[in-house]
Nanobody, 124 residues
Framework: QVQLVESGGGLVQAGGSLRLSCATS????????MGWFRQAPGKEREFVAT????????SYADSVKGRFTISRDNAKNTVYLQMNSLKPEDTAVYYCARSRWASDTRRSTDYDYWGQGTQVTVSS
């Protein structure tokens, strides 16, 4: 069974930074792409960032491009999301997810395992 556990969320002022971590169990981590999604109150879950199995390819939502960076450490079975220049509209529950595939993907339907989420709140 694959488990994903996010950490690093919290309350931060606009312009600040946070680093989210997602620790995973399971031997297939290094062969799977990973992604971050978020869901704000009253809104649908949306794609944030994704990274291929090797880390050589990444993709970002336009709303976070240039501010957020996704990375992974396959030796530690962990994926990260560095969030800089945070805005109030970044407030949401952030979820990491494991893709069925090796290549990075924005489609939520390509992800088969999800974490419980970590709250990020950005105050103005």
């Amino acid at each position: 069974q694959v488990q994903l556990v996010e950490s690093g969320g919290g309350l931060v002022q606009a312009g600040g930074s946070l680093r989210l971590s997602c620790a995973t169990s399971g031997r297939t981590f290094s062969r799977n792409a990973m992604g971050w999604f978020r869901q704000a109150p009253g809104k649908e879950r949306e794609f944030v960032a994704t990274i291929s199995w090797s880390g050589s390819s990444t993709s970002y939502a336009d709303s976070v491009k240039g501010r957020f960076t996704i990375s992974r450490d396959n030796a530690k079975n962990t994926v990260y999301l560095q969030m800089n220049s945070l805005k109030p509209e970044d407030t949401a529950v952030y979820y990491c997810a494991r893709s069925r595939w090796a290549s990075d993907t924005r489609r939520s339907t390509d992800y088969d395992y999800w974490g419980q989420g970590t709250q990020v709140t950005v105050s103005s």
